[in-house]
């Protein structure tokens, strides 16, 4: 009796936990970087799953575009601009994404980008490299990752609960040639992510995750005259990264929503600090 009363509340548990697993309904999560093709398109992909959306952009006409076609489209979104690099600009965000939502649930960190300075051209060398510029790139992609979950998460530990995640690459797990700067943050996001997960669930409880996703390669704004010729092939260089990626071909943006909605829901709710690739195979491959 006992025996079978068990199995009964834990089926009953299990189908309750299985009609919520995956449910983003109501979620708040504020997304830097939502004015670009990556982020935008993780944007409406949550908003049309539910999650209401704060999009982030240095740049406010973008973030108030997407804020609109996700409005447009049925979705609930407010636009900020916002340096990610600003501690007191992202402050008042926060508050003020609490005032209208009253929560905070998710963060994702998809603010990023590289410039010319920080790169080793076909026709330079490593000495070329313009310190000043390294700084810049590794500032916006990690300390511009870092300061946003600084002041973010801070609120999520009052409520016990919230998923953070960094935006890796795959320049950080293999020595992709020129990008070192990039490279450099990239790889710090790393190490960054798992020491974020290890000191908030130590501090404040399971509740709290912080994971990141290492995109292979998309084609983006600030990468496409890199991948892409005018005509919509591939550049030498991108014919490299496509040869050596298995699948045979460039990612989709709209490919890393799923791993995304599963980092941000209780279908990864035993999940922290780990590094998720989303590379076609790009990273486990030898090229032979």
């Given amino acids: 009796m006992t025996q079978q009363a068990a199995s009964g509340s834990t089926g009953s548990s299990a189908a309750a936990f299985k009609d919520t697993i995956f449910d983003l309904t109501d979620q708040v999560v504020v997304i830097t970087g939502g004015g670009?093709?990556?982020g935008g398109t993780i944007a409406s992909y949550l908003a049309g799953h539910g999650a209401r959306i704060a999009v982030l952009d240095l740049r406010e006409e973008l973030a108030e575009r997407r804020a609109e076609m996700l409005r447009a489209e049925g979705g609930e979104a407010i636009a900020f601009a916002a340096d990610v690099l600003s501690r007191e600009r992202l402050v008042e965000v926060?508050?003020?994404?609490?005032?209208?939502w009253g929560r905070i649930d998710a963060l994702l960190n998809a603010a990023g980008g590289n410039m010319p300075g920080a790169t080793v051209g076909p026709d330079q060398d490593l000495f070329e490299?313009?310190?000043?510029?390294?700084?810049?790139?590794?500032?916006?992609n990690l300390t511009g990752s870092v300061l946003p979950t600084i002041v973010f998460a801070e609120k999520m530990t009052l409520n016990g609960r919230g998923s953070i995640i960094n935006f890796s690459s795959m320049t950080a797990q293999r020595a992709v040639t020129r990008v070192a700067g990039y490279s450099a943050a990239k790889g710090a996001i790393d190490s960054i992510t798992r020491w974020m997960a290890a000191e908030l669930s130590l501090r404040y409880g399971e509740g709290i995750r912080v994971n990141a996703i290492a995109p292979g390669f998309f084609i983006g704004d600030q990468n496409r005259r890199l991948l892409l010729n005018e005509d919509g092939s591939p550049t030498e260089r991108g014919d490299k990264v496509i040869r050596q990626t298995p699948m045979?071909?460039?990612?989709?943006?709209?490919?890393?929503?799923?791993?995304?909605?599963w980092l941000l829901t209780d279908a990864s709710s035993f999940v922290t600090g780990v590094v998720v690739p989303i590379d076609g195979g790009f990273s486990m491959f030898s090229g032979v």
Avoid: N, P, Q, Y
């Fill in 36 to 38: 670009g093709v990556l």
């Fill in 129 to 140: 490299l313009s310190s000043d510029d390294f700084k810049k790139v590794t500032d916006l």
């Fill in 94 to 100: 926060r508050d003020a994404i609490l005032d209208k």
């Fill in 248 to 261: 045979g071909r460039f990612g989709r943006a709209e490919e890393l929503c799923g791993t995304i909605h």
